[in-house]
């Protein structure tokens, strides 16, 4: 192939790297590679984990306030309120036309939950709570699973953990050079173990300088495929398990357009991570 376009480029006037060989090798046999702006600089890696922080004590001070009888809207304002003490800014508000600050998905409910009074929580809810937030222009982005009251049902449990599992799997299986469908592989053999659905419509995704950046991190997919993932990438990886079918759709009801719903209208989990590829696998920036 001579019209290809090159992704990956060496420094102007530098002697080749044992990164840029590395990486060239791969791109020459055909997979795809990152461009050299998916590497962060040491400085923009420390303003993403200072954000990465703040977003992490997002979590906390939810999980620390979550209770029976507590509304979504809460929620929304333990989060608000939390930025504004933090000097950090709700990236979800006001994307692409969500009205809230996080994302608060109640059972049947797969992602994008729009957080409201109405949605009272009750014993044995399992609920995804989902924040991203920026400090001094850098972004971190996590949630975690929140069962109401502490205790549900075993099969509601059951999807919680596993759920779980499947990110410390895709944590695992992400080491310096491996490919983006490495990741995915490791998951979806997971969930399937117990019958459970892949979400495939969303993803996890680069993340750092913006919410969502390049690649792609597909939960599901053959190994050796998709992006090649090399130190210094900070990505996010955050499946969403369906004890039912895979298949999603989008709340007719939500006049905003964003509530996704399991396709079959049973339980579905998150969890979600936000990652830097290191030298010698993934250290957790936000959780
Ligand atoms: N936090 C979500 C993610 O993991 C993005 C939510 S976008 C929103 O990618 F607008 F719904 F908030
Ligand atoms: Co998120
Ligand atoms: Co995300």
């Not at 490791?186 to 995704?205: F, P, S």
């Not at 919410?211 to 969403?240: C, D, Q």
């Not at 006049?255 to 969890?271: F, N, R």
């Amino acid at each position: 192939m001579f019209n290809k376009k090159k992704i990956w480029h060496c420094l102007p006037g530098q002697e080749p790297t044992e990164l840029d060989k590395k990486v060239m090798l791969w791109e020459n046999k055909g997979k795809e590679v990152p461009s050299r702006d998916m590497v962060k600089t040491p400085e923009q890696i420390e303003g993403i984990r200072r954000a990465g922080a703040v977003n992490t004590g997002c979590l906390d001070a939810v999980a620390a306030e979550i209770h029976v009888g507590m509304n979504t809207q809460d929620i929304d304002d333990i989060c608000m309120q939390y930025c504004k003490d933090k000097n950090a800014v709700p990236a979800c508000l006001n994307y692409e036309g969500f009205p809230k600050s996080v994302c608060t998905s109640i059972n049947e409910v797969v992602c994008h939950g729009i957080p409201k009074k109405e949605d009272v929580l009750n014993e044995g809810d399992i609920v995804n709570v989902d924040m991203t937030l920026s400090v001094d222009g850098y972004f971190g982005d996590a949630s975690r699973m929140f069962i109401i009251g502490g205790k549900t049902t075993p099969e509601k449990e059951q999807l919680v953990r596993v759920t779980k599992e499947c990110l410390e799997i895709g944590a695992e299986t992400a080491k310096p050079f491996c490919f983006v469908g490495d990741i995915g592989h490791a998951i979806q053999k997971h969930a399937e173990k117990y019958g459970y659905g892949v979400v495939r419509d969303l993803c996890g995704h680069g993340v750092g300088l913006a919410m969502h950046e390049e690649p792609e991190i597909l939960h599901y997919g053959h190994k050796e495929t998709g992006m090649l993932l090399i130190p210094g990438m900070v990505f996010t990886i955050e499946p969403m398990i369906n004890m039912g079918t895979w298949k999603v759709y989008i709340d007719a009801d939500d006049p905003y357009g964003w509530e996704v719903i399991s396709g079959d209208e049973q339980p579905s989990a998150q969890w979600e991570h936000t990652f830097l590829m290191t030298d010698t696998g993934v250290e957790i920036l936000s959780y």
